[in-house]
């Protein structure tokens, strides 16, 4: 390496001190040289968060760092020296919700640190900011200059954060998840224009990340992070193609692979389970004095049907309108318009107690394995709730039910007397399936299941629900964000955007050859976990698509152009 | 895969009691109140005196000797009067709040529960109670009542059912709007099971800091309603009613109004501190 | 912004309307008959006379009509005479009511200038023993019922050192009932200034102003004091209400001439009319002052503001 930055060498990080002392991080070393990207990847507790907080002096109380970091001839361990922030390194963080101080304008935030490190006065530091934004890709940066954080999206927000750190010209950019929360559209754009900027400016990039695909896409070394140690570090193609550590084989493992299908389609000549047939929800926001101030179309004249033994895939962004049309069908959430019948019965018109045996049929499994089981309930009573309301079953024979329904879904019978926070997040979400098959539903609707859980954990949780689906014939709604978590479920996916499906069809036929144009965006964006494939600059995302009403492209391949 | 990262969480209501006795504030708090259950228990036997006899021993006398606390205008026995005013702080503290947590609990579950139209009526007069105030609430009630300790603690009571109806509605909200709590209702269950099994003992905890911090509300405020002459009447030994007395011999008999002032915030410190003990460990996330 | 203060305006309408709702039916809600009850106290009052209060009263018709007739004297800025003395009641309201707002308001003031630098302070130093330490003084500030502490500043104040006068209402004799108000409810707003700076604290917006390098006292005033100060604004609103229930009990311990003492007095004497005017205007109070609270909010808050 030609002219190294940052040169970590020895780097721990301590919870405490004394006998109780925790270790987070544990010797760490690394060289970072001006130009280079460098990924540090490991699931959450891994401790990748903590080495960069160590770096900007900004652990929390009670946690110090040991080691060295040489950094223009300076430790930034040694307590006795201000750690160069902003000037010499800048820090980007995963929620741009959050991020930026929302009682401030961004011109404020933008320009305050260039005038207190005496980098520009007041007017010289309000014309390189407008500069900036517009080089991080903001239209209209003038005004947006007097814009508030909440006047922004998700995306502007995180250019802004960029624009930010880069006004002080940092000599190195630590980001930390600084895609996570973003849909991929959005993330496929900060991407490129993270790494448009390493080109430009020659800044060191520190990426922090959880996800095989960026990685891949972006670095050019990565180092390998478990429970606070480095297990693996080299080249992004000597990690990918021949990962040394077991560790390292079971995340890349654990990657949905976008490259092979696993699900042979199924005929699907017979009679559909579920009919969805113009179904519509609008929300009101902000109602006052009886006049709704806005509307958002969540579900917008939907039609579908869902066949017995399928998985059918729901995949769109954030505010697609794909958890409302989950909602509406578990009815949880009432519809304005349409009607869905599930084996021959309206499932809209129902009330009452018809209703509450309906429900039998459609059972639902949550994106958040923390809030969907009750605290106070042990996990063999949530279990065997549905079996107490839906069955006539003996207490014994429920508690039977309940020791297999645990063993089903790779838990222990004795596990029933516990409760949900003796568990982990990934067991969590193996009794919220218990919980789901154990009356014996005709469709599940998992909204999300696997998103709120690490690489290896969602593997897991995937595995067991294709196990269920081909040993008790389960159907299934899998609501996702993710094509190839989706791509390696689903026999069909249907697209949505806006709360319209824009596409629909057999899963290869949608992957291999995507009609409408926001299909393809998706598809592009998504970051595939192979650095031999490493792409140049994407067409970036069109605002606004077709959404006519769906044609039939090819047989059983529906499109809305 | 030994995945490390999937480990449980450790929080959740489970400890409950060994984080409380941890906490300072609990202890204290729980010290405090302890102590306050037990002089009202036994204040028959506590009580060197009868706290209502007068002229025991003379007036005025001031505390030490025979009189520990004191005596006062009519020569009544100060320690014995304190000790059977802690029956009615303690009384006044539990009745007024059973009626304020139990109608407002009512109110904010049925209105989170049902929500729709009968959410939109009872949030509304809440809301509008709630702006009229605790103290115009009990006033207004007092004045139609007429001045007794009794009217002094329903208008306390009907006073707190907003500010109860409101953090019940809210706790409670949070919880429906909880997967699990859909997965129940996804499995069929209907309005009782939903109420009863998951609703209240996850709404509960809170409500118990809330009531727990909301006695030593109720007993100022009726110890306020005292002290202005519209609660407790002569002979009652009320704190807040001895407090008023006090004022005329202020220069005189100084420990008439020092001793039942303490008595009153020292119980209503514990109810305070132990709430606050409550609240830290039911909650662990929740900072000191 | 114009749509969250209206719907704030039509809220406190609603309330004012249910006020004068309730005003009307509360003379209904007295057991026995009122007008007995009135002049139970005083002697010599004849079964004409008690029948002819009645009928001043529209007592003999029906609560609808009541209520109509008491809207139509309202209007008219109406709210009928005193028992005792039949002096109009609102003038009686009015010449007291600027005692009272004037106490409350300089309660308030106090309350904010020591609470909310106390809080802040405890926040800065979180967990360390200036933050325990003022943490207990608040838990025990709270504690403390304001009629005790009223008595007490009177002992030490008036009585044992002479400063300050015992009772009436010049500029100096408002010192120790302000100060008496302000004390109790400073706990409050130390408690809830710091629980807020800390929430702000612990937000990422401000590792990210650490993150900028930004000295800390840069961070503090200009990102956690702004956005930390936003929710003890919001509680402003209903700590006046606070203050003006405390003022009941405070005038009357330093004989302050305002409408709580005033209202005491009306519900010894039973002078129903006083009681009503009295409740109508103290929520016509709380609500106007909740409103511009609300207002203050919406201009401070961007995310209102901009809406």
Not at chain 3, 131 to 142: E, K, P, R
């Amino acid at each position: 390496m030609s002219s190294v930055l940052l040169s970590v060498r020895d780097l721990s990080v301590t919870h405490g001190s004394g006998t109780r002392a925790v270790p987070l991080v544990h010797s760490v070393n690394f060289d970072l040289a001006r130009g280079q990207i460098l990924s540090i990847v490991g699931e959450s507790g891994s401790g990748k968060s903590m080495t960069s907080k160590a770096l900007m002096g900004l652990l929390p109380p009670n946690v110090t760092a040991t080691g060295e970091a040489q950094f223009r001839g300076a430790n930034l361990l040694d307590k006795n020296i201000a750690p160069p922030r902003g000037t010499g390194i800048g820090l980007i963080f995963q929620e741009p919700m959050t991020a930026l101080t929302p009682v401030l304008t961004i011109g404020m935030q933008l320009t305050e640190a260039m005038v207190v490190h005496g980098l520009a006065d007041a007017r010289d530091a309000k014309a390189r900011a407008i500069q900036m934004l517009e080089r991080v890709g903001i239209p209209n940066p003038k005004q947006r200059m007097t814009q508030y954080p909440h006047e922004l999206s998700g995306g502007m927000r995180q250019r802004v954060m960029i624009a930010m750190m880069m006004l002080l010209e940092p000599d190195i950019l630590i980001a930390d998840e600084p895609t996570t929360a973003l849909d991929v559209t959005v993330q496929a754009q900060i991407l490129d224009l993270l790494r448009d900027i390493v080109r430009d400016t020659d800044v060191g990039l520190i990426l922090i990340t959880h996800d095989m695909g960026v990685v891949a896409e972006m670095a050019e070394d990565v180092m390998v992070m478990k429970a606070g140690r480095v297990v693996e570090a080299g080249s992004v193609h000597q990690i990918f193609q021949a990962p040394g550590d077991a560790y390292t084989r079971a995340l890349l493992d654990a990657v949905p692979s976008v490259e092979t299908a696993s699900v042979d389609s199924k005929p699907t000549d017979s009679q559909a389970l579920l009919s969805i047939r113009h179904l519509s929800k609008t929300f009101s926001g902000g109602r006052a004095f009886g006049i709704a101030a806005s509307v958002t179309r969540a579900v917008d004249d939907v039609s579908l049907d869902i066949m017995p033994g399928e998985t059918l895939a729901l995949v769109g962004e954030s505010g697609s309108g794909k958890s409302t049309l989950g909602r509406i069908l578990a009815r949880l959430t009432k519809a304005d318009k349409g009607n869905v019948t599930l084996a021959g019965t309206d499932l809209l018109s129902l009330e009452g107690a018809p209703l509450r045996q309906e429900r039998r049929k459609i059972q639902m499994i949550f994106q958040d394995p923390y809030a969907s089981l009750d605290p106070r309930q042990s996990v063999g009573a949530a279990i065997a709730e549905p079996i107490k309301i839906q069955t006539t079953l003996s207490k014994a024979d429920r508690a039977k039910r309940v020791a297999q329904l645990l063993s089903r879904v790779g838990l222990t019978p004795d596990m029933a007397s516990r409760f949900p926070h003796e568990f982990s997040g990934g067991q969590r979400q193996r009794v919220s399936i218990a919980r789901a098959i154990a009356a014996g539903p005709e469709l599940i609707i998992a909204d999300e299941p696997t998103s709120a859980l690490d690489v290896s954990i969602q593997a897991q949780i995937l595995d067991l629900l294709s196990d269920l689906k081909s040993e008790n014939g389960l159907t299934m709604l899998f609501i996702s964000h993710d094509l190839a978590v989706v791509r390696q479920v689903a026999d069909r996916i249907a697209v949505m955007r806006a709360g319209r499906i824009l596409e629909f069809g057999p899963t290869e036929a949608v992957w291999a050859s995507p009609r409408h144009p926001y299909t393809k965006a998706l598809i592009d964006a998504a970051p595939v976990p192979d650095p031999s494939r490493k792409r140049s600059a994407r067409a970036h995302a069109l605002d606004t698509f077709p959404m006519t009403p769906l044609i039939e492209a090819a047989p059983g391949h529906w499109v809305a152009l | 895969m030994g995945i490390l990262s999937d480990v449980p969480t450790r929080s959740a209501p489970h400890g409950f009691w060994r984080r409380l006795l941890r906490s300072p504030n609990g202890v204290v708090g729980l010290t405090i109140v302890l102590g306050l259950v037990f002089c009202a228990m036994f204040a028959e036997v506590l009580a060197p005196h009868n706290p209502s006899k007068m002229g025991t021993g003379g007036r005025f006398l001031p505390p030490g000797g025979d009189f520990f606390l004191g005596t006062d205008e009519f020569g009544r026995d100060m320690l014995s009067r304190i000790l059977h005013g802690s029956r009615i702080t303690l009384l006044v503290g539990a009745v007024a709040v059973g009626i304020s947590l139990t109608t407002g609990m009512l109110v904010g579950m049925i209105a989170a529960f049902w929500r729709g139209w009968v959410e939109a009526v009872l949030m509304r007069s809440t809301d509008v109670l709630f702006s009229f105030t605790e103290t115009l609430i009990a006033l207004s009630f007092v004045a139609v009542l007429g001045p007794s300790l009794q009217n002094a603690v329903i208008a306390v009571g009907v006073a707190g059912i907003p500010f109860y109806a409101r953090t019940c509605y809210s706790a409670a909200l949070v919880e429906t709007s909880k997967p699990y709590f859909e997965a129940s209702i996804a499995a069929g269950a209907g309005p009782a099971r939903l109420v009863f099994v998951h609703l209240l003992p996850n709404v509960l905890p809170t409500m118990i800091v809330v009531a727990t911090l909301g006695v030593s509300t109720a007993i100022l405020a009726a110890a306020g309603l005292s002290f202005l002459g519209l609660g407790a009447q002569p002979p009652t030994s009320e704190w807040g009613y001895m407090l008023a007395g006090s004022r005329d011999y202020i220069n005189r008999a100084p420990w008439l109004m020092t001793i039942p002032g303490l008595a009153i915030a020292i119980t209503v410190l514990g109810f305070n501190l132990l709430g606050d003990g409550l609240r830290t460990s039911l909650d662990p996330v929740e900072r000191r | 912004m114009w749509r969250f203060i209206g719907t704030r305006v039509a809220m406190g309408a609603l309330t004012i309307w249910v006020t004068t709702m309730l005003v009307t039916l509360l003379i209904h809600a007295v057991p026995g008959d009122p007008v007995q009850i009135m002049y139970a106290q005083s002697q010599g009052t004849t079964p004409e006379q008690i029948e002819q209060v009645r009928r001043s009263l529209g007592l003999d018709r029906s609560i609808p009509v009541q209520y109509l007739m008491y809207l139509e004297r309202l209007f008219q800025g109406d709210l009928g005479n005193t028992i005792r003395g039949g002096q109009p009641v609102l003038e009686v309201i009015m010449q007291r009511l600027p005692n009272t707002l004037v106490l409350a308001v300089a309660s308030m003031f106090i309350a904010i200038v020591i609470g909310v630098p106390i809080g802040f302070l405890a926040a800065y130093r979180e967990g360390t023993i200036v933050d325990i330490g003022l943490m207990v003084l608040a838990i025990a500030g709270i504690s403390m019922p304001h009629f005790w502490l009223g008595l007490m500043l009177l002992f030490f104040f008036a009585l044992e050192l002479g400063w300050l006068p015992v009772s009436g209402n010049g500029p100096m004799n408002l010192i120790l009932p302000a100060l008496t108000l302000g004390l109790s409810n400073a706990a409050i707003f130390a408690r809830l200034t710091r629980s807020s700076m800390i929430d702000v604290m612990n937000q990422d917006f401000v590792q990210t102003a650490f993150a900028k390098g930004l000295p800390k006292a840069i961070v503090l005033r200009r990102h956690v004091l702004r956005a930390g100060l936003l929710p003890v604004v919001t509680m402003m609103g209903l700590q006046f209400a606070f203050m003006m229930g405390g003022a009941i009990v405070v005038e009357n311990i330093f004989s302050w001439n305002g409408v709580g003492r005033m209202a005491v007095e009306a519900i010894f004497q039973r002078d129903y009319p006083i009681i009503q005017g009295f409740i109508l205007t103290f929520s016509v109070v709380v609500v106007v002052v909740a409103i511009a609270v609300d207002a203050l909010y919406a201009v401070l808050d961007p995310r209102i503001r901009r809406a």
